[in-house]
């Protein structure tokens, strides 16, 4: 059973069956390299004549820099040159991002994906099976947990939404820092993103899935638990004029593991308490979706919490509704307040939801157990912070245990 599993598990690993023939002079096999991480490369291949004479070579080579590399030189003439199988390996202490092309007279043709190779991991090509990636631990799921803790103040009224990221507890506070209006992304396993929550990344050949989420508070709100992936300052919260934003691009972490977005919400967060006296349901957000539309509108309501609350204490989130239809966002282009907030610091913040913890109890423990168990994805770097959608204003000091497995 269990060599059966490795099997499948192997077999789900390919994107390419074809192979890979070089038949004129013109035709050259190319690796695009992302970054600078040390890969060193083999190539077996085949060269026949027309006269049908034919001899298998070895090709090796290392490559150090972001670049495009002829891993594979043209044929000679009148010789067909067929890749028997090929082996790259990361050999750095960081990733790498591979994707290879057929090169026909100058005129590049995209053979496969991009592939991401962690340190040590390696992509094969075989003539008979394809493109595939190693995946040594595959049959194996190993586990690791982290728990938080964090000690709120007091939140806005109830039903308003209330994020930890400013609070100490068992991992420090975090501040958004001064990136200006378009931002920057997040990484969870840098130094100006201590105070998240935070993972190793997976494995080589494994996936980190967040599978249970245990949860308790000095009061029963509802928590939930999400990956910022962007954040900004420098919102001028006195301007009523749209403000140009035009975001950095996302980390790779929506739901998909891409940049579009797809599973993100937008949400501006009281790094200061704000002094508008009245609820402000008014302002406005321009973006661009998931899908990559463009000129889509995010905007507020008249029904708590969708709304900046009279007074936001600091901490208070307000998330934004996205345009009916859209399941995400890509980039933000303006904000819009319309009326002003009169005082304090607001930061504008892109996020994807991980898991939902309704605590009913105060002082007690709940689990949510994710997709039955299965997990979502928790790609590498992610940012994680608790948020709580308040029943009191009451200041509450929240703990919790984030259970992962690899697989």
Request: proline share 3%; net charge negative; glycine share 10%.
């Amino acid at each position: 059973m269990k060599k059966l599993l490795l099997i499948l598990l192997t077999l789900l690993s390919f994107t390419g069956y074809g192979q890979i023939v070089l038949t004129a002079t013109t035709h050259t096999l190319e690796a695009t390299t992302a970054s600078g991480a040390d890969v060193d490369y083999r190539i077996i291949y085949f060269d026949e004549t027309t006269s049908g004479a034919g001899i298998t070579s070895t090709g090796v080579g290392k490559i150090t820099t972001a670049t495009t590399t002829t891993v594979l030189a043209a044929p000679a003439a009148s010789t067909t040159r067929t890749v028997q199988t090929a082996t790259f390996t990361n050999i750095d202490v960081t990733e790498q991002t591979l994707t290879f092309k057929i090169d026909i007279s100058g005129t590049e043709y995209q053979e496969t994906p991009a592939y991401v190779l962690k340190a040590g991991e390696s992509l094969y090509y075989n003539q008979t099976l394809g493109w595939y990636k190693s995946n040594p631990l595959s049959s194996e799921v190993t586990g690791l947990s982290k728990s938080f803790g964090k000690t709120g103040t007091a939140s806005d009224a109830a039903s308003y939404w209330y994020g930890y990221w400013k609070d100490a507890g068992l991992v420090g506070a975090w501040s958004p820092g001064t990136p200006g209006l378009a931002g920057r992304a997040t990484n969870g396993n840098d130094a100006a993103d201590a105070g998240c929550v935070a993972f190793p990344d997976a494995g080589a050949g494994k996936t980190r899935y967040l599978s249970r989420v245990t949860m308790s508070g000095t009061i029963a709100h509802a928590y939930h638990l999400y990956d910022v992936l962007w954040v900004n300052s420098g919102l001028v919260v006195t301007t009523t004029t749209g403000q140009t934003i035009n975001s950095v691009t996302l980390p790779a972490r929506d739901d998909n593991g891409t940049t579009n977005g797809e599973g993100c919400d937008i949400g501006v967060y009281a790094v200061a308490a704000l002094g508008n006296a009245a609820v402000v349901s008014n302002s406005t957000i321009t973006y661009t979706n998931s899908a990559g539309v463009g000129s889509r509108t995010a905007t507020l309501s008249a029904t708590a919490p969708m709304n900046f609350p009279a007074t936001p204490v600091i901490g208070t989130v307000v998330w934004f509704n996205l345009q009916d239809g859209d399941i995400g966002v890509q980039s933000i282009q303006t904000v819009t307040l319309n009326t002003t907030l009169t005082s304090g610091t607001a930061s504008v913040f892109i996020a994807r939801r991980l898991a939902s913890v309704p605590v009913a109890a105060a002082n007690l423990n709940f689990e949510a157990k994710i997709n039955n168990g299965e997990g979502v994805v928790l790609y590498d770097d992610a940012c994680i912070f608790p948020f709580a959608q308040t029943s009191a204003t009451t200041a509450t000091v929240i703990n919790g245990i984030i259970n992962t497995v690899e697989r």
